[in-house]
């Protein structure tokens, strides 16, 4: 059975760090574009960052460009998010999400075959 297992949420305050990691199982990890999401409570749930099945490639949301940083190890079957300068706004439930027909563009909510539970973020001012 497939599944994603997010880990490494948590109180932070503004400038902080924090890094996300999501495990994968029962599926071909190298198969598959990686992303994360986030949502805040009463708002929708939106992209944040896209890594391509080889890591070659990544995309960002411009919110968080230049302060977080999405990697995979392929090998581990795990995606990573490192998130610096972190700020209230990024207060939110961190989701991993798998694409198997991603096709290099920022990943869609609709396109995600395989979603994890969330982590919670929460940053603190």
């Known amino acids: 059975q497939e599944r994603l297992v997010e880990s490494g949420g948590g109180l932070v305050q503004t400038g902080g760090s924090l890094r996300l990691s999501c495990a994968a199982s029962g599926l071909t990890f190298g198969s598959y574009a990686m992303g994360w999401f986030r949502q805040a409570p009463g708002k929708e749930r939106e992209f944040v960052a896209t890594?391509?099945?080889?890591?070659?490639?990544?995309y960002y949301a411009e919110s968080v460009k230049g302060r977080f940083t999405i990697s995979r190890d392929n090998a581990k079957k795990t995606v990573y998010l490192q998130m610096n300068s972190l700020k209230p706004e990024d207060t939110g439930l961190y989701y991993c999400a798998a694409d198997l027909l991603w096709n290099n563009a920022p990943m869609r909510v609709g396109a995600v075959d395989y979603w994890g539970k969330g982590a919670l973020v929460t940053v603190s001012s």
């Open positions: 890594i391509s099945r080889s890591g070659g490639s990544t």
